[in-house]
């Protein structure tokens, strides 16, 4: 009988999710804590069901149990253990033997997970919005080559990816990770087994396995430390998480084990506290892996090492009860199929999930999963025809990322052409309609705030974005870039500074397009989440933070040196500040605001602030595509919509009479309602910021406030 297990979990997030469960379907062969292929270890086919249904609960009911993304650092723990024993038993040191290896694993985890991501790119093209489409192509194809979480890690650190909705198939990244090691980890041993042959082979593995995990836990503490949402993905950071399975499965190879009863009873209790501890007291405040994954991993390796099959009073008789030991069966479909109903069920019932609809669809998981496991799992592991064959073992997983990533390369070729289209549409109507855009709230002849048309398509307005993220003029993390960008005249005598974050970029359009007019030069300083405050903004990250100060130190100490005749800024501030309460956030923030305009305007520099946009409060394009027929249900009211600016305030507060103010709420908002479709164009590519189409309309209310600004720093 093989052992192995094939399990991710993740973690759900930022827009972000994350969580994978346990793969082997065979039971773990293992008796009194000594891999034999004779015996079963029930205690860990039950922590698989322990770690699946803290995954389950945490995706379903996600305010329920805070931590429960632990799961898949349980199941990283039994895949390390399982796989490692087999491979310290038979080491795959021919050729043949490593294609065996690569065989099994094929035929054990490709099947049921090609089914689930055809299914899931189906069910997307029949209930996803249009917009999520091109997301949900690239990933399956990331997923289709088992690379899902290095395509999650590239856009965990863009700021506008990771607002995006969650994908269907994001949970794929821990399986990524499993199956990346499952190439790696037998080359590393075939390798160390080799090179110990004829001297202390122990000790080769030994040192081996150990320099990886130790290598992989450091750089998980340092990645974290300095981009936590990478360091939540990456292969580096995880597999020490693996290892830890495998140095235990070394001892136990070599004859270890614990003798005492009393310490199996004491350590498997132990071991199923702290990975319950975890789940319960972790949350998304937590900084992740790093050093805080060693309370379920250590947790793990607990409940493994103490091999409490058969023992009185110890958790065996709870992971060996039948329910847990049928939820460890189908714990690999259960993984796959939940995920992809969690984010698809609101989009086919219109509406969000109640605990009864939550109900049903945990319900409709398992049966799911014990379908995939009775016709798709069992049966093609147990193919003669693939057994005895192992390059069609092979073919069968070539076959399959072939057609995963071919039908994802359609469906977004497909989204792209029709973007395309849309989008010359978009720009014959700019230049013939009045009533676009803004114009819908400021001139009153027109007749309604929506318009009578959408002329900015859904996917459009998703793309639709100022040309600062394309020409590179951000500082993203870690903050250590100093990107300047100029538009408009490069020699012109009017030089202009915009100076701010995301939402300060997205006024480029429009002060770039009156620059251009003018013969003015504009510059850009332009800064992801971080905002122009020099108090420590709280990233959950020490490096972080520090790059974020140092930055705002160099950008207001550039735009006040006096070669800029005019400041723009705007920001919205919306991370925490370190030690600073939520509550007494904005009139903190509002005092280092002040200093900040001080500091620019005691050089004699005016500075323009305009206040932040109202907010979509969600993904604007998403909620359009879902309400094509009624875009004003994606309206929002102004109390919600109008979020407190303390840079805004601070500037109505100065007195130097050099800072000035503009608001254009009354852009966006009428009667107590903030809109989000305005002139018949999507004022928004996600949750609040605006698109370059809308911005653009907005250049007669810009123009005269940059005008009187630049004009009374001359007189």
């Known amino acids: 009988m093989e052992l192995d297990v094939a399990t991710p979990e993740s973690r759900r997030g930022r827009s972000h999710d994350h969580a994978t469960t346990a793969g082997g379907n065979e039971r773990a062969a293992v008796t009194r804590g000594r891999a034999e292929p004779g015996g079963v270890r029930g205690d860990i086919q039950g922590l698989r069901a322990v770690a699946v249904v803290i995954v389950l609960v945490f995706h379903f009911w996600p305010t329920g149990l805070t931590g429960g993304y632990v799961g898949v650092d349980v199941f990283f723990v039994i ?8 491979l310290l038993r038979s080491p795959p040191t021919t050729f043949g033997a490593l294609g065996a290896f690569w065989g099994r694993r094929i035929r054990r985890l490709l099947p049921a997970a090609s089914l689930v991501l055809a299914a899931t790119l189906l069910a997307g093209l029949a209930w996803l919005p249009s917009t999520q489409l091109p997301t949900l192509a690239h990933e399956v194809g990331a997923s289709a080559v088992s690379l899902e979480n290095w395509a999650l890690a590239r856009s965990a650190t863009d700021y506008f990816a990771a607002d995006n909705a969650p994908s269907p198939v994001q949970h794929y990244w821990s399986l990524s990770v499993e199956e990346q090691f499952y190439i790696l980890w037998p080359l590393l041993i075939a390798l160390l087994t080799i090179a110990g042959r004829r001297h202390r082979p122990g000790a080769w593995r030994a040192a081996g396995l150990f320099t990886v995990t130790a290598t992989s836990f450091a750089a998980s503490v340092v990645i974290t430390r300095s981009d936590p949402a990478a360091a939540y993905l990456v292969t580096q950071t995880r597999v020490w998480e693996l290892g830890l399975g495998s140095i235990l499965a070394l001892m136990v190879f ?27 007291t972790f949350d998304e405040t937590t900084s992740f892996p790093g050093s805080a994954a060693l309370l379920p991993t250590l947790g793990a ?31 690999y479909s259960v993984y796959l199929w939940h995920w992809p109903i969690v984010v698809i069920a609101p989009f086919a019932l219109g509406r969000g999930l109640n605990d009864r609809d939550k109900v049903v669809a945990v319900v409709a998981v398992i049966l799911l999963a014990l379908l995939t496991k009775r016709f798709v799992e069992d049966p093609v592991r147990r193919a003669r025809s693939l057994t005895l064959s192992l390059p069609r073992s092979f ?93 408009g005249k490069p020699d012109g005598d009017v030089r202009v500074a915009l100076l701010g974050n995301s939402h300060a970029g997205h006024w480029q359009p429009a002060i770039a397009a009156v620059a251009e007019t003018r013969g003015w030069r504009l510059d850009t300083y332009l800064v992801s989440q971080c905002y122009t405050v020099r108090v420590p903004v709280d990233f959950g990250s020490a490096d972080l933070t520090k790059n974020c100060t140092a930055w705002n130190e160099w950008a207001i100490g550039t735009v006040s040196s006096g070669a800029y005749d005019l400041v723009v800024m705007s920001n919205r501030t919306f991370q925490q500040l370190v030690g600073v309460s939520p509550a007494e956030k904005a009139g903190v923030a509002e005092r280092a605001y002040e200093d900040t305009l001080a500091t620019i305007s005691e050089t004699g520099t005016r500075v323009l602030v305009i206040r932040d946009v109202p907010s979509a409060v969600q993904s604007a394009p998403d909620c359009v595509a879902v309400h094509l027929d009624d875009v004003e249900a994606c309206a929002n009211p102004a109390q919600k919509a109008l979020e407190r600016d303390p840079l805004f305030e601070a500037a109505e507060v100065d007195t130097s009479g050099l800072v000035s103010t503009l608001d254009l709420s009354d852009r966006f908002c009428r009667e107590e309602t903030c809109h989000v479709v305005i002139g018949g164009l999507i004022a928004y590519f996600d949750h609040g910021h605006l698109t370059a189409t809308f911005a653009r309309t907005l250049v007669p209310d810009v123009g005269p406030a940059l005008d009187k600004a630049v004009a009374s720093h001359r007189r």
């Open 79 to 86: 895949s390390g253990f399982l796989i490692s024993s087999h």
């Open 395 to 487: 073919a069968i997983a070539a076959a399959s990322a072939v057609l995963l990533t071919g039908a994802s390369f359609g469906v977004a070729a497909q989204a792209e052409t029709a973007r395309v289209a849309e989008e010359q549409a978009l720009q014959r109507a700019v230049a013939a309609e009045d009533c676009i855009g803004s114009a819908a709230l400021r001139n009153p002849l027109c007749e309604s705030v929506a318009g009578k048309r959408l002329f900015s398509s859904p996917a459009v307005a998703r793309a639709d974005r100022s040309v600062v993220y394309a020409d590179g003029c951000w500082s993203n993390r870690p903050y250590t870039a100093h990107n300047v960008c100029t538009y």
């Open 301 to 331: 390796v607990l409940v493994i090492a103490a091999a409490t099959d058969g023992v009185r009073w110890s958790p065996g008789a709870l992971l060996n009860w039948r329910p847990s030991q049928v939820m460890g069966d189908l714990s």
């Open 254 to 280: 070599h004859g270890w084990r614990l003798r005492s009863t009393t310490a199996r009873v004491a350590l498997g209790w132990a071991g199923l506290g702290a990975i319950a501890w975890a789940a319960l």
